[in-house]
């Protein structure tokens, strides 16, 4: 494959610049998008990127139609990503769940914004419920939250690579603030870190001539037998829970003699962790948890942390109203730690908002 | 003598045969001269069939050619995606009316501008069948369906939509745009084969409405149901080329 970035580099760049620069690095081949804030400028520099590697664009008519591409591609053997948010994220409900039924290992990039409706253009953490168990199916998506640019540039390129492998749909959960401001990153070519590209193929058009080597390939996702399509769901459920433990990712700090222990995720953890910080150098014993991969959940690590701890309290912070929330209490059902929240839906968390938190419960 | 059979195309797929299409559909004749038409230009192997959903799904499994499901309306980006993929490849869509001028019409509409290259076949039958018989986009004035049931009121739901003429308007030269009717079956082949060709050659967009009959919905007899399509569906609904940038003696 051809060199995108060369020598490890330094870059300060918005996320969304990152993203384009990632997916390139990543091999992806084409690029379906409809334009909506805070994610345009995925578009913006994949459309200045690609004609210069030979990729391909299409700006379509709707999400929907940007969706349904994404997965005609993919099937065709391409890596195809798309780019939404919002109301856009809504409508591509429909081809993820599609890619959900046939296993299409298609790339999505949310960069969350407020809700509900139309709401805000840049900032909220309101997708979460949307882009992990959204669709009429069962939530069989990979999701990771991104905290840092480096973050996005490495997650675009392993989301590339689990989409790939497993072939379930996988997401690149981001926000506007990641979208939109400027910070530092490496860049750099996967093979140079010793990540592998994994091929993509053909799922459809495939190699060998029908009625000679081969069957033609008739894929599907509507069955005529309630038994057939509980048969798929039900593999379909079991393959993703043993390839979970392989797939999920989370980060814990100061959790074993901590007082309570502060869950975000994506851009909050940043802030969470600065106000570990500093609660610790005021002597308040507070630990950190942060799901990476929101789908699937790192529950059993959650547990071990919290029953390795003297934390009698968790706190759940987040930019909405309780979607984070929703998804460690079903994941850690049983645990009896007591369970506080900061919900700040559609707007940033400071680490003065978690420390006031913090101190007001404990 | 004996009776001969009617040749089976080389593309279709034995194992899925006999379809499942009601008894009278026009399911089976336009699949029939579609698989004519993917012998005589030799396709098969490069062909990519997609399905939408409603009576035209059950062609999923139709043919010896690789194919892929869609959703309601969404077969015309799918297929546009793979297009776009794969320009080798020949992808041709198959949908009803439903699906083509109501909850993919965006869909089409856009396509169509893009001139994506593309083959498109909509099977126009006035109604949604697999659904129970609801009133299409194409239901005709004082047509009775199941949501229309003292006849379509055109004030109130408006008029059939005009599929490829509305197409013709808004595609570049280079599109192909066309009209047939499972009446004239070798007219309906040949625009078919026309269509495909028109893709093959890198022209544009290529879309051919069939006219077909849905006795079961229309709840008529087999000879009220060729009445209904010859005279009423051909009469509001004109057959022929409308649009081509293949030549004459092409024809």
Redesign the interface.
């Known amino acids: 494959m051809e060199k995108i970035i060369g020598e490890p580099k330094k870059a300060f760049m918005t996320g969304n610049e990152t993203i384009a620069w990632a997916c390139l690095a990543a091999g992806a081949d084409i690029m379906f998008g409809y334009p909506i804030t805070p994610q345009n400028e995925v578009m913006h520099y994949w459309t200045r990127l690609a004609p210069k590697y030979n990729k391909g664009f299409l700006q379509t008519e709707d999400e929907l139609s940007a969706g349904f591409t994404t997965c005609g591609a993919v099937q065709a053997g391409k890596k195809a990503f798309t780019a939404t948010a919002g109301p856009g994220n809504v409508l591509m409900q429909e081809p993820f769940g599609m890619a959900e039924a046939m296993r299409l290992p298609v790339l999505a990039i949310i960069q969350q914004r407020g809700g509900p409706s139309s709401g805000t253009v840049i900032y909220s953490q309101q997708e979460v419920t949307l882009t992990t168990f959204g669709g009429n199916g069962e939530g069989h998506r990979i999701v990771y939250s991104t905290a840092t640019h480096q973050e996005l540039y490495d997650y675009v390129i392993k989301g590339f690579n689990t989409a790939w492998k497993y072939r379930f749909p996988t997401f690149v959960l981001g926000d506007g603030y990641q979208a939109k401001m400027r910070e530092p990153l490496e860049m750099y070519e996967p093979l140079d870190k010793g990540i592998e590209l994994v091929e993509a193929y053909p799922l459809i058009g495939v190699p060998g001539q029908i009625g000679v080597d081969r069957e033609p390939q008739h894929l599907c996702n509507i069955y005529s037998l309630e038994e057939e399509l509980y048969d798929v769901v039900m593999q379909m459920s079991e393959e993703y829970e043993s390839i979970s433990p392989d797939i999920i990712e989370f980060q814990a700090k100061d959790c074993e003699d901590a007082e309570i222990i502060i869950i975000s995720h994506g851009v909050v953890s940043r802030v969470a962790d600065d106000a570990v910080k500093i609660l610790r150098a005021q002597g308040i014993k507070a630990g950190y948890f942060r799901p990476i991969t929101l789908r699937p959940f790192p529950r059993q690590q959650l547990k071990d942390v919290i029953a390795n701890s003297s934390a009698k309290q968790i706190l759940i912070a987040e930019s909405a109203y309780g979607q984070l929330e929703r998804l460690v209490k079903q994941e850690i059902y049983g645990e009896t730690v007591k369970i506080n929240n900061l919900f700040m839906p559609g707007v940033g968390i400071i680490d003065f908002d978690i420390i006031n938190k913090v101190k007001s419960i404990i | 003598m004996g009776m001969i059979a009617p040749a089976t195309p080389k593309s279709w ?1 034995l194992p899925s045969k006999p379809h499942k299409f009601c008894p009278g559909c026009g399911h089976g004749i336009t699949l029939k001269a579609l698989g004519e038409a993917i012998d005589e230009l030799d396709i ?3 062909t ?1 069939f ?1 399905c939408d ?1 409603g009576c035209s ?1 059950l062609a ?2 139709f ?9 309601h309306g ?1 077969t ?11 320009p080798e ?1 020949i992808t041709i869509g198959y949908m009803g009316d439903g699906g083509g001028y109501s909850i993919g019409s ?2 089409l ?2 396509a169509a501008v893009r001139n994506e290259k593309v083959t498109l076949i909509l099977v126009n039958n006035t109604n949604y069948g697999m659904t129970g018989g609801q009133m299409a986009p194409t239901t005709l004035p004082g047509q009775i369906t199941e949501t229309t049931p003292y006849g379509r009121d055109a004030e109130a739901t408006g008029y059939p939509t005009r599929g490829p003429e509305f197409i013709a308007e808004v595609t570049p030269e280079g599109a192909y745009v066309a009209r047939a009717t499972v009446s004239k079956y070798k007219q309906l082949r040949r625009l078919i084969r026309n269509a495909i060709r028109n893709q093959m050659e890198g022209n544009g967009f290529s879309f051919v409405e069939v006219l077909s009959t849905c006795p079961t919905n229309w709840r008529t007899n087999a000879h009220q149901t060729w009445n209904f399509l010859e005279e009423k569906m051909e009469e509001y609904f004109p057959v022929g080329e409308i649009k081509s940038p293949l030549g004459k003696g092409d024809k």
């Not at chain 2, 043919?63 to 959703?71: G, K, M, N, V």
């Not at chain 2, 015309?76 to 793979?82: F, Q, R």
């Open positions: 797929y098969q192997q490069q990519i997609g959903i799904l999923w499994n043919f010896a050619c690789d194919s892929t499901q869609t959703h969404r015309t980006p799918v297929m546009a995606g793979i297009k776009r993929a794969r490849l965006q869909h509409l856009n």
